[in-house]
């Protein structure tokens, strides 16, 4: 039998990942990150438990609390709660958050990361697997190969993992069928074909009595392969060779005195020596390697996964987020790429709204300019759509607030991945692979134009802004901006009103009421009055604009003091009692869908610019104070 060693808990940090990779080299030993995936109570913590188990040399405590009764052999443990550590975990019986492992025998050191099989958990198995080079798929082979058992072959998939082992598990309440195994086999191979694995292993096993876990089975001599860990052992799988391209990412500017600058951060991939000409990027500036300094002294090479500070021997700016190569291997640059995305939150991806982007050190906003298509997951066609669910994954294009830096996910996970982020929870969203940067960001330029806004806004002696409109239909939103229109046409101002109904006869008729349609709705009247003030006007732009996410992206397109958010603060029962045009006895009667107040929600601005309430004044009382507060402020 082989003999693991337990070497401990929880990888808590990457420095102890680090430290295992530089001991297995140093030992001759490699490293062998997996992780094992599969759907619920496919037994994938039992599976890591017998692991530990069979080693003997779990610590007793340890097996103690895992005892159903606190005494007696092997057949009296619950082998998942060696794994399943959270408290949430061993209440529900399932696992909820990643949980890691060491361990290693003879020939190899492994960190094992338990993923859960929940589909409500995707994100965190997600984020298991992007660290691991290798990964286990466990089938229950009364079940066979179920949607989340596809859905995770997926993402292992996207996550450029090409070797993988299909762990049939539960042969024992088979009765160690051969048929049933082979069955299993074809049906996760017709399926998985396009997904490019290099190695698919199918092993037949039994994780609570032992069955080809570490020892060879006595009741599957129809088996003739190695048992689970004498694949892990041998299986060959390569991450952040020294043959690619060199990169590093600076994460931080290291200055603890006048005398010495470095930039500190983590070798990605490829090699770095003293004296090795290397080039930052963006800014495109060439410098040569001076010291590669670390906590115990300089090194005269630095490796894939070596943390050091860079310190180069002419004077240059750079800064967090910056990639820094040798000539000739640059890295992508470009404010468009296209990604494969992983959908984690509740609320669906909606195109054209703004999200944060985090790419490595780098950050910025993003918007997904178009969904080219969903994966089905159950055969893997492309299926069309206009937005991803939870757990759904897609083809998009991204649009970024300013030029990345990056690499293909194929060619290096580590500068090629980004996640997004919602930008009023702030919680992860999406987990995204860079495809490549699309040719239209290098092909579009900007054209310089001899007269700017401040020019055109002089000619008109005024002040160019956008009075943002925000309401309820039936508020009154476009009674006062028609209002505002005439009094300032009276005053000898140039001006221009956006009105929702009117906008959607031409520009926006081929948008529904659905919430990407309503986000794309706002994206394209934003983008058209930042062009009529960059003209000099005055815009009124009068639409319901439901969402904060898009009142927010409007805002950010233009400078400081030119957006100017005015809720029109008008109680649902009172626009439903003036109902002008009927749509709200027409949504009551189901006769419309997704409208705003009845089916379809309206966040209210929490910190409007202007709140005008119509309860007690009349429009033109409310036309007549804005008018006050644009001439305050100097507009008018």
Known sequence: MTQLKVVGDE????????????????????????????SVDDGKSTLIGRLLVDSAQVYEDQLKGARRDGHGGADDIDFSLLVDGLQAE???????????????????????????????YTRNMATGASTCDFAVLLVDARNGVLSQTRRHACIVSLLGIKKIAVAVNKMDLIDYDEARFDEIADDFNSFAKPLGFEDVAFIPLSALKGDNVIAPSAHMQWYHGPTLMGHLETVQVGRAPKTQPFRFTVQWINRPHLDFRGYAGTVSSGAISVGDEVVIHPSGKAVHVARIVTGDGDLDMAEAGEAVTLVFAEEVDASRGDIIAKPDEDPSNADQIAAKLIWFDEEPMLPGRSYALKCGAQETTATISALKHKLNIDNLDHVAGKTLELNEVGACNISTGRPLTFDSYGQSPETGSFLLIDRLSNLTVAAGMIEFGLRRATNVKWQELSIDKGARSTLKGQKPCVLWFTGLSGSGKSTIANMMEKRLHAMGRHTYVLDGDNVRHGLNKDLGFSDADRVENIRRVAESARLFVDAGLIVMVSFISPFRSERRMARELFDEGEFLEIFVDTPLELCESRDPKGLYKKARAGLITNFTGIDSDYEMPENPDFDLSTRESTPEELSEKLLAELRSRGII
């Open 11 to 38: 990888a808590e940090t990457e420095a102890e990942t680090r430290l295992l990779e530089r001991l297995a080299a140093e030992e001759g030993r490699g490293l062998l990150r997996f992780l094992t995936c599969g």
């Open 90 to 120: 061993r209440e529900q019986g399932i696992t909820i958050d990643v949980a890691y492992r060491y361990f290693s025998t003879p020939r190899r050191k492994f960190i094992v990361a338990d993923t859960p099989g929940h589909v409500q």
